[in-house]
């Protein structure tokens, strides 16, 4: 695809994704974008870049300001190499990063925003708390080593403030008593050792010791030898200060030694992270979406727009290939649209295939194909001496020497630079031998000949891009099934060319040329109006399907409000008759008791008999805040019910003897009153033909996922219990429990639990995006 990426400007794609990068991480990891042919690869990247574009709008970019690459560094670290200050600050920035990056996905999980890639990768970082608090505790956010680094330093630190202004002291003396030497009245530096600029006639009389002079050769910069011994001191003291400085440093570069692989598995993940993330801000920036991929050649792009067009003008298009066509001839005079029309569906492929989100609807799909090859311009080649046609043909053979039977192949301008009829005939030949061979192609031309051929074979189609002839300009709109026509007439008319000129052209246009022609334009003002019959039918399409989902929305959120308040009534309706019955007994035993200590008359039959009054009326309280069952029709065997007082879905047995009803739930069968019983919909079943079995539909509303993440460990168990019972009915296969790290008590509990369930097959932890060891995959039987 190499040729193709370069053609269709690729590269350009990725320029724009660099600069929505955070680091130098990034960056490199966009380097090596390119198309994949692997299926489980461009859907896992296409999901990485839908997740990060839904964590964008959710919450905003990721954290990963003042992250840097740190491999050398972890290098160096490896092998005892000192490492600076200024890079051991970047290794402490990485981790401050960590921290951050953990803390946001906190907050996701917060505002439940369902993003597995990204939880896993953060779950994969390591925190390294005790080794940033140390770099931190030792460098300021500038890279320099604090005093507070060690006592040591700050020691060695008062020492040199205190000599450099004895020196500073003295030599103000100096400068206040011999002005008349000096060129200038300040003190300064040279070779590190305090000096003062003297005349140079006075350089022999001052005394002290010359370091250097200025490029006048007016003024040399003396040492006064008042100050010798201090100046002497105080480079003591700087050398002293540079080996605790490498003391404290090489103390640093051998905790992050320790560290090394966790801190490379930190720099890999924040890569693919910041990585992510660019993509996330691209298809924000373009408005992309994730197309559907498939295996089957199909592209049906809707409203498809080229991305590197302005936004403001790039006109949107239906494109759609490889179902009931293989090729698409789009013919017509050379205006620019027909090749904007190639280049976009070539580079929105090749942005598919790298895991980019396209701008286009979001019902449009795509193929995974295995080469795109692409022969688009007309520029010769210089450096072989060929001409258009040559340099055309060259890269045709190249094309039909490596074409598969999952290729996509674009051609511009085909047969174009030779003879008309020669190049017609060429081109039907080459479209022909592309096929048979299973290839999808597009390909444009403004020969007529390549109109009869897409109307005489069943798998080739027709296609234009609209041009209008009022503005004498294309409006880059393609449509497809309506041949291009020359406006060479009507052009020439509008701008005023002769009528009897023209008359004389068009007796010299051959009669049938003049019927296909006018035929031509039949069926392209048919076109239009059926497109602009499509268009309103999709606009009210979609005003329809969004009063659906606005519907949808309204009633789920009334439910969900609705058992929400029924819930909190019962648990306060209950919590009342507890209490109640406890200061019930309380009084009871309170009245045995004042019995025995008094001697009273009270008879315990007729404390029995208040206490049986009390609990009857408790029961009656407590049947008043039940949900009573609302059923329509005789339940009967196979029904899928709702047990109302233990909130549990079952499945209908048999009828006992005393009305009531055995019920199937989970692992257990128990006996329930009727009218505890709410009818909820018939176990619809099938005979499978091939063993005899009975099987449940499959129903839709269970997830394949149960996240237990911050809940209580009770809880958690009882809501696992609950869900394995649902999956179990629903006729799941495989499962996955999200039960995270944290201190692993909510792992064990799952897996205990799963070890003693007869349902569960086998089970394992999650592997690469299935959410690692945070997440365990259950295998049902």
Not at 445 to 463: G, M, R, T
């Amino acid at each position: 695809m190499k040729q193709a990426i370069q053609i269709l400007e690729f590269h350009k794609i990725k320029q724009t994704v660099e600069s929505l990068c955070a680091s130098s991480l990034g960056l490199k990891r966009v380097a090596l974008l390119m198309p994949s042919t692997d299926e489980k690869q461009v859907e896992y990247t296409l999901n990485q870049s839908d997740e990060a574009l839904k964590i964008i709008l959710a919450l905003g970019e990721a954290p990963l300001g003042g992250v840097s690459d740190i491999t050398e560094p972890i290098k160096r670290a490896k092998i005892s190499a000192l490492l600076s200050a200024n890079e051991l600050l970047s290794i402490s920035r990485l981790l401050y990063a960590v921290s951050q990056l953990k803390a946001f996905s906190d907050r996701l999980t917060d505002i439940k925003v369902e993003a597995p890639i990204f939880m896993s990768q953060v779950d994969s970082l390591v925190s390294l708390n005790r080794l940033q608090s140390a770099i931190n505790d030792c460098i300021d956010e500038t890279g320099s080593v604090l005093d507070s680094a060690s006592p040591e330093l700050r020691t060695i630190r008062r020492a040199i403030q205190a000599t450099e202004s004895r020196i500073k002291e003295k030599l103000n003396q100096v400068v206040a008593e011999r002005r008349n030497k000096l060129t200038d009245g300040i003190v300064t530096i040279r070779n590190e050792r305090y000096v003062v600029p003297v005349r140079a006639e006075a350089k022999n009389t001052f005394g002290g010791t010359v370091h250097d002079q200025s490029s006048s050769g007016n003024t040399y910069f003396i040492e006064p030898k008042e100050v010798v011994d201090l100046n002497n001191k105080l480079q003591e003291y700087h050398v002293e200060e540079r080996r605790e400085i490498e003391r404290i440093l090489r103390a640093l570069t051998e905790e992050v030694k320790k560290f090394v692989d966790e801190l490379s598995v930190n720099v890999d993940v924040l890569s693919e992270i910041d990585f992510m993330f660019a993509k996330g801000k691209y298809a924000r920036l373009i408005h992309g979406i994730r197309p559907k991929m498939n295996q089957k050649g199909i592209i049906r792009l809707v409203g498809a727009r080229h991305p590197l067009i302005d936004a403001r003008t790039v006109v949107a298009n239906d494109i759609e290939i490889g179902d009931e066509y293989t090729t698409i001839v789009i013919t017509g005079p050379n205006t620019g649209g027909k090749t904007v029309t190639l280049k976009t569906v070539g580079l929105l492929t090749l942005m598919a295939q790298s895991g980019l989100l396209i701008p286009a609807h979001a019902s449009s799909q795509l193929a995974i194909f295995d080469h795109v090859f692409a022969d688009i311009g007309d520029e010769q080649s210089i450096e072989q001496s060929l001409s258009t046609f040559s340099s055309h043909m060259t890269n045709i053979v190249r094309i039909m020497e490596r074409l598969t039977v999952n290729s996509l192949i674009l051609f511009d301008e085909l047969g174009a630079g030779t003879d008309p009829k020669e190049g017609a005939s060429l081109a039907i030949s080459i479209l022909d031998y592309v096929k048979v061979r299973g290839a999808r192609t597009i390909a444009t031309s403004h020969y007529p000949e390549l109109k009869a051929y897409a109307y005489e074979c069943d798998d080739v189609i027709n296609a234009s891009v609209e041009f209008d002839i009022e503005t004498l300009s294309p409006t880059y709109r393609l449509l497809v099934g309506v041949p291009g026509r020359s406006n060479a007439f009507e052009i020439s008319k509008r701008l005023g060319l002769k009528e009897a000129i023209l008359e004389a052209a068009r007796t010299r246009v051959e009669t049938t040329k003049t019927e296909l022609t006018d035929l031509i334009t039949k069926l392209e003002d048919r076109g239009l109006e059926l497109d602009r019959e499509i268009q309103g039918l999709q606009q009210q399409n979609q005003e329809v399907e969004q009063m659906r989902l606005d519907y949808e929305r309204k009633i789920a959120k009334f439910e969900a409000e609705r058992e929400k308040l029924l819930e909190q009534i019962k648990k306060e309706a209950f919590e009342n008759i507890r209490q109640a019955k406890e200061e019930a007994e309380q009084i009871v035993a309170d009245l045995r008791q004042a019995k025995k200590a008094a001697d009273l008359t009270i008879k315990d039959h007729e404390l029995t008999e208040k206490l049986t009054a009390l609990k009857a009326s408790e029961a009656k309280q407590a049947e008043q805040f039940k949900r009573k069952a609302r059923n329509k029709a005789p339940l009967k065997p196979g029904d899928e019910v709702m047990v109302l007082s233990l909130n549990r879905q079952g499945e209908l047995i048999e009828q006992t003897k005393n009305g009531e009803w055995m019920v199937q739930l989970g692992m257990m069968k128990v006996n329930i009153k009727a009218d505890d019983l709410e009818y909820l919909r018939k176990s619809v079943k099938k005979k499978d033909t091939a063993k005899g079995k009975m099987i449940h539909k499959r129903r839709t509303d269970i997830g394949i996922q149960l996240d237990l993440r911050g809940e209580r460990y009770e809880d958690a168990m009882l809501r696992l219990d609950k869900y394995m019972d649902e999956v179990l009915l629903a006729g799941y296969q495989t499962v996955t429990i999200i039960h995270g790290h944290g201190t692993g008590a909510l792992r064990q509990g799952v897996h205990k639990y799963l070890k003693q369930n007869k349902h569960v097959a086998s089970f394992r932890f999650g592997g690469a995006g299935e959410g690692g060891t945070g997440a365990t995959v259950v295998e049902l039987k």
